[in-house]
């Protein structure tokens, strides 16, 4: 994107402290956005505000809590005069099974990563009807189509209602000119996977990928501005899977493969 697509455009990012939408915030900036991050970690939203160049403003905000999205949604209009983008980046898994959840763990996990898309998307609609639309992505999983390599059921499940909420929304908003789509990732390498990840699993990941590597912050947030931009004009309550190849499901990682073949 160049300097000039997103100018004279704001863009709200929840997560926008995170790996992904950090990363989502800075290519927003480059492009000639304003924005503003929405993150609960207010430490990480100074460490973004410091690190960032263009105008952006921060918000330390639980996006499960409806009083409180609503609240600073309102206070973005009214900084900025104006709200044509959101991206739903705030997410996160946990690796509990049909046995082992709780109830308490099951309404957290589904309360951030589709409860929450759903409250901003309720809180911006508006807005973004004020000025003659907007575009909104959430930021899903591969989970949704495939088992979670560290997450588990919750995760699934609620991801998996993010393609179904994007295309409702996608419906329901397309005659106030607002376009709705979902990115959803592979495993991608952000500063908060490297502290937490097993040896085992950060070496098992190239194998498995076929692309051969972790993807990175800036591979994702690149499609999600492409869904913001006019270039994806004609797409609406649809997704791209952005996981370097492993949803093609190869059963064996790419040595063995053309080992068996002689090749
Ligand atoms: N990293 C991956 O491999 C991967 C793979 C598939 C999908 N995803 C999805 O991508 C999105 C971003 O993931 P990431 O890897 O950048 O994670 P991350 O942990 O780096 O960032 C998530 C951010 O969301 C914020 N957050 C969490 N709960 C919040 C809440 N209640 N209110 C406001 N902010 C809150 C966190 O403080 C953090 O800054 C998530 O939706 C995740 O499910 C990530």
Not at 53 to 67: A, E, M, N, R
Not at 155 to 173: D, P
Not at 223 to 242: K, M, Q
Request: some cysteine.
């Amino acid at each position: 994107m160049s300097k000039q697509d997103f100018e004279g455009r704001v863009a709200i990012v929840t997560g926008g402290a995170g790996g992904i939408g950090s990363a989502t915030v800075q290519r927003f900036l480059a492009a000639g956005a304003k924005v503003a991050a929405f993150d609960r970690d207010q430490g990480r939203l100074d460490q973004l505000k410091a690190a960032s160049s263009g105008p952006v403003s921060i918000h330390c905000v639980d996006v499960t809590q409806w009083d409180a999205v609503s609240e600073a949604v309102d206070k973005v209009e009214a900084e900025f005069g104006r709200i044509d983008i959101l991206v739903n980046v705030a997410g996160g898994g946990s690796p509990t099974t049909i046995q082992s959840a709780t109830p308490e763990d099951w309404g957290r996990i589904v309360g951030l990563n589709l409860t929450a898309p759903f409250y901003c998307i309720k809180a911006v609609a508006p807005a973004m009807r004020r000025v003659g639309g907007g575009q909104i992505v959430t930021v899903g999983s591969l989970a949704a189509f495939q088992m979670s390599f560290n997450n588990g059921v919750s995760y699934t499940a609620a991801k998996s209602g993010v393609l179904g909420m994007t295309r409702h929304a996608a419906f329901e908003l397309s005659r106030d000119n607002i376009r709705v789509n979902a990115v959803l990732p592979g495993p991608v390498m952000t500063p908060q996977m490297d502290a937490k990840i097993d040896a085992k699993s950060r070496a098992a990941v190239p194998k498995q990928v076929p692309l051969g590597r972790w993807l990175s912050p800036d591979e994702i947030a690149d499609p999600i501005l492409f869904f913001c931009s006019d270039a994806s004009r004609g797409c609406t309550g649809t997704h791209v899977i952005v996981d370097g190849g492993l949803h093609v499901g190869a059963q064996y990682d790419r040595e063995t493969y053309f080992a068996k073949r002689g090749e």
